[in-house]
């Protein structure tokens, strides 16, 4: 059974920074891709960040320069490094892993998804 987690969310002043986990387990986690997805309240899930099977990282262009994705296969783990964080960062944060052939960035992708962690950026 694949099970993905999230933690490290929380509530942070602006210009501030968290690290989000994402434990995964259940399959060969070198063998896929881990995306990051957020949705604020009344509005749609849009990706953040993912990092593929090569490692090859990708960032939505809000988020560029400020997030770092990586991930530990040893310990089947992806991180999201959150800088500068900004009141629009705020948003229930979701972690997400497959086999992804198209874009990771595209949610469908993907069939394992943890349960979200809040991240509340304050002015």
């Known amino acids: 059974e694949v099970q993905v987690v999230e933690s490290g969310g929380g509530l942070v002043q602006a210009g501030e920074s968290l690290k989000l986990s994402c434990a995964v387990s259940?399959?060969?986690?070198?063998?896929?891709?881990i995306g990051w997805f957020r949705q604020a309240p009344g509005k749609g899930r849009e990706a953040v960040s993912c990092i593929s099977n090569t490692g090859t990282p990708h960032y939505a262009d809000s988020v560029k320069g400020r997030f770092t994705v990586s991930s530990d296969n040893a310990k089947n783990t992806a991180y999201l490094q959150m800088n500068r964080l900004k009141p629009e960062d705020t948003a229930v944060y979701y972690c997400?892993?497959?086999?992804?052939?198209?874009?990771?960035?595209?949610?469908?992708?993907?069939?394992?998804w943890g349960q979200g962690t809040q991240v509340t950026v304050s002015s």
């Open positions: 997400a892993a497959d086999w992804v052939r198209g874009s990771c960035q595209d949610e469908y992708e993907y069939d394992y």
């Open positions: 259940g399959f060969t986690f070198d063998d896929w891709t």
